[in-house]
């Protein structure tokens, strides 16, 4: 196919703002796929997507368009809407050469449109903007138009309003498509240059590539840059949008390659070429950093072995989680998981839940800190000067510290104006910093925020939905370190230490989240024959403390002394009871009580 007769482009929005929807129209108008009333969304595959709506996995699909008599190729890569996803998003823009972004008529900008924006412009991306759903009664198409034009600086006539959902003005953008954006630049003649930007499985692996330049086609030798393995192709093709062989794949092509490759051997970003001809790397894709970090156990212990299964399995799909085994004694053996984001994690779990049945335990997530350590022989100890940390139980004295960093974020906030003061409180309270905010229309703000990873783990999204009646929208991207005063929260039960409970945080919070276990492992401790006292410490200095009275001796007689049946009952609840313990300087600590801390919500 000649290059100049490809286009290569995705469409970005804001979630429900009618990508996939729209993604459909243009497969039907192609003929790709058959007409149809329902909303099929071909390009969201997995099921999990389906469920929540959204695309998580870069995905493809490639049409043909007749245009002026002559046959185009419009490849059109998903990118995933959410900016967890970001190194994904990244890597899908660089296969294309433009974007369409697409603004739902009764919504408007949201932070979502603007924050992949700059990830389209980061790209060099030519950016076609839509107005989608002006069928909607309140759609407000020439609010939209202004703040189109006045956030991207994108003229008003160049601005197309559709519905995605009736099709109308759909054609339009195939037009569009083909006059505004531009070709790939590429050189077939050249040597073989393929970047690997996403591979799942499905019977065996499957490798989606874009090629930069050289043709690849089934017996090829091929090689990893980044790993020096090779391989020998076995099937190349497109996706239109069901996987379809192709005799080859030339520059300026996406599609998919089959090798004879073990997925894990594939690297997210890679780039491949012909045995012997080496080439310069693509890229310099950063291999996605994880972010956010939870402990992940089965409910029941006995289940370990399935769970360890459908845990490695999902990984296998899942290029942007790190996994790394992990126990402790409340919850026996787990895995300490790395994920992209909170969003991330979430569709993760319940993708382990949904499709491989497993029931799990998650712990509260957190973020890893970076400390600067000193003294020689510590540094030979542990390899570095600079660690990188997310669990608690191995952070390091205090007294070799010399500097912690924390992660930071840059976060959009588009809200309705009147929420600007409570939302400003929430920001604050979370050590945010206020960057910039502005009005984007007469209703509403963008606001834009430093503020710490950590700090937005947890709830921030749920209390900013709450604080601005769900109208407020949020998103984020990395922002590297900066230095922070992190500390190691020990909770201790009567001078005895909870390893599993200790948290690592900003001094400025360690008082608030000690406060908020000492009290929850008060609630679910039970009265003990000693006087327990919980503790929560910095250092050897108490930030918070819960004490539980011992019950009287008359107490438990009474209990006692009742009729038989009644005794028995409690006597084998006592018994179930008992291996769900754990003495800690003896007291028993119920593993309900662990949880109740460790869990989310
Ligand atoms: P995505 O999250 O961006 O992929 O959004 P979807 O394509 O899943 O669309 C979100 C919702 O908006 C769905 O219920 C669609 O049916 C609806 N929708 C999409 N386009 C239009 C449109 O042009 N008009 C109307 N009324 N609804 C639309
Ligand atoms: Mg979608």
Redesign the pocket.
């Known amino acids: 196919y000649e290059t100049r007769l490809i286009r290569n482009f995705c469409i970005i929005?804001?979630?429900?703002?009618?990508?996939?929807?729209?993604a459909d129209r243009l497969l039907e108008i192609t003929g790709t796929i058959p007409k149809s009333k329902e909303?099929r969304?071909v390009l969201d595959k997995l099921e999990v997507e389906r469920e929540r709506?959204?695309?998580v996995k870069a995905a493809a699909a490639s049409m043909f368009y007749e245009y002026k008599n002559e046959k185009y190729l419009l490849n059109l890569i998903d990118t995933p809407?959410h900016v967890d996803f970001s190194t994904e998003v990244a890597r899908s823009l660089s296969a294309c050469q433009g974007a369409i972004l697409?603004v739902d008529a009764s919504q408007g900008i949201q932070a979502q449109t603007v924050a992949n924006f700059l990830l389209a412009c980061d790209s060099f991306l030519e950016v076609l903007a839509v107005i989608?759903?002006?069928?909607?009664k309140d759609a407000k198409i020439n609010k939209t138009l202004e703040q189109i034009t006045k956030e991207f600086g994108i003229p008003n006539e160049n601005i197309l309003k559709?519905?995605?959902?009736?099709g109308t003005n759909c054609t339009s953008i195939l037009d569009q498509i083909i006059e505004k954006l531009p070709p790939p630049v590429c050189d077939r003649q050249q040597n073989l240059r393929l970047l690997v930007f996403d591979s799942y499985y499905e019977s065996c692996p499957i490798v989606i590539v874009a090629v930069m330049d050289g043709v690849i086609r089934p017996g090829d030798k091929i090689q990893s840059k980044l790993t020096t393995k090779t391989y020998t192709v076995l099937e190349t093709g497109i996706f239109a949008p069901e996987r379809m062989r192709a005799e080859a794949l030339y520059a300026g092509q996406v599609g998919y390659v089959i090798c004879d490759t073990k997925i894990s051997d594939t690297v997210v970003g890679d780039t491949w070429h012909h045995l012997g001809i080496d080439v310069k790397s693509l890229t310099s894709f950063k291999i996605p950093r994880p972010m956010v970090f939870a402990g992940f156990y089965p409910i029941d212990e006995s289940n370990y072995n399935q769970f360890e299964q459908s845990i490695e399995r999902l990984s296998l799909n899942d290029t942007g989680v790190r996994v790394q085994t992990d126990s402790n004694p409340a919850f026996g053996k787990g895995f300490r998981l790395g994920f992209l984001g909170l969003l991330h994690m979430e569709i993760y779990s319940q993708r382990l839940q949904s499709e491989f049945g497993q029931q799990i335990i998650t712990t509260i997530p957190g973020v890893a800190y970076k400390c600067k350590i000193i003294g020689k022989d510590n540094i030979k100890q542990h390899g570095s000067d600079l660690l990188l940390i997310s669990d608690s139980m191995k952070w390091p004295d205090t007294n070799i510290i010399q500097q912690c960093y924390e992660p930071m974020v840059l976060g959009q906030i588009v809200s309705p104006t009147i929420c600007s003061l409570p939302l400003k409180i929430l920001c604050t309270e979370r050590r945010g910093v206020l960057i910039e905010e502005y009005s984007i229309d007469e209703k509403r703000t963008l606001f834009k925020y430093k503020l710490p990873l950590a700090e937005i783990v947890y709830d921030f999204f749920d209390q900013l939905k709450q604080i601005t009646s769900g109208y407020g929208t949020f998103d984020y991207e990395d922002s590297d370190y900066e230095a922070a005063n992190i500390v190691k929260l020990k909770i201790l039960i009567n001078q005895e230490s909870i390893d599993e409970l200790a948290v690592l945080c900003h001094s400025a919070r360690a008082k608030a989240i000690g406060q908020d276990i000492v009290s929850k492992l008060r609630e679910n401790i039970d009265r003990q024959q000693y006087k327990i006292t919980i503790q929560a410490c910095v250092h050897s200095h108490v930030l918070a403390r819960e004490i539980i009275q011992p019950y009287k001796k008359d107490v438990g007689a009474k209990l006692y002394g009742g009729d038989k049946t009644r005794l028995m009952k409690l006597l084998k609840r006592q018994e179930e009871g008992k291996e769900r313990m754990r003495q800690i300087a003896n007291i028993e600590v119920p593993r309900q009580a662990i949880i109740s801390v460790l869990k989310r919500n």
């Open positions: 929005a804001h979630i429900d703002h009618g990508k996939s929807t729209l909303n969304q709506g959204i695309t809407g697409l989608n759903k002006i069928d909607l559709i519905s995605a959902k009736h």
